[in-house]
């Protein structure tokens, strides 16, 4: 079975500009969550929907936003890069809200 | 704040010499610890789910166990391949977000 798959794989952005990132779950899993990780710490959570819902939000700022389609796939949108958005973007995936979290295998933005 | 805290930050090996990774947790209520593997530049990847102190799980090199405040990952006579970074992460409640450590990056040298 495929796992979580995430596009593009790598992603170079000049400060300012807009960027979409795309995330399929594992098949059958309804619930995405998405996680920035910074070189050297650990993921940092962003969003989770379940059933097309937002059902969470981190600490990040409105730039940050998300949602998720009926076929349980989902897209992230940040506005205004800042530099300090350069990191990898995980997304993860379970079967329900109480269920493991798998994750997919990335995509690292670069923003200069 | 849940906290998740990480020891140590980089531990190196010898092929063969076995040792443990330690997380402590501070949090209002615990309803999962979860250990994850995770490869430079990629995503990380799932390996135990511990709900209750006492628990234990094992996979091939790796053992995991819970107490009330904190989680080891035991690792035996590790191998080169075992080099990578663990992540320890928490879940309070069913519909909360994990809240990982920073993780410790373990490398094994033959």
């Known amino acids: 079975d495929a796992g979580v798959t995430q596009s593009p794989t790598h992603l170079i952005k000049t400060r300012g500009q807009h960027v979409t990132l795309r995330c399929s779950p594992i098949s059958g899993h309804k619930s995405v969550s998405w996680y920035q990780q910074v070189l050297g710490q650990g993921p940092q959570f962003i969003f989770q929907?379940?059933?097309?819902?937002?059902?969470g939000r981190g600490n990040f700022p409105d730039r940050f936003s998300a949602r998720q389609f009926p076929n349980y796939s989902s897209e992230l949108n940040v506005n205004a890069l800042l530099l300090g958005d350069s990191a990898l973007y995980l997304c993860?995936?379970?079967?329900?809200?109480?269920?493991?979290?798998?994750f997919g295998p990335g995509t690292r933005l670069t923003v200069t | 704040e849940d906290q998740v805290t990480q020891s140590p930050e980089a531990l190196r090996l010898q092929e063969g010499e076995s040792s443990s990774l330690n997380c402590s947790y501070t949090?209002?209520?615990?309803?999962?610890l979860f250990w994850y593997r995770q490869d430079p530049g990629k995503g990380p990847e799932f390996l135990f789910t511990?709900?209750?102190a006492g628990e234990e799980k094992e996979k091939e090199r790796l053992k995991a166990t819970l107490t009330k405040k904190e989680s080891f990952l035991h690792i035996t006579a590790p191998k080169p391949e075992d080099s990578a970074t663990y992540l320890c992460a928490v879940q309070v409640s069913g519909n909360t977000p994990l809240v990982f450590g920073k993780g410790t990056r373990l490398s094994v040298i033959a």
């Open positions: 949090v209002s209520g615990l309803r999962g």
């Open positions: 993860a995936s379970t079967a329900d809200r109480d269920y493991e979290q798998y």
């Open positions: 511990l709900y209750s």
């Open positions: 929907y379940y059933e097309k819902e937002e059902r």
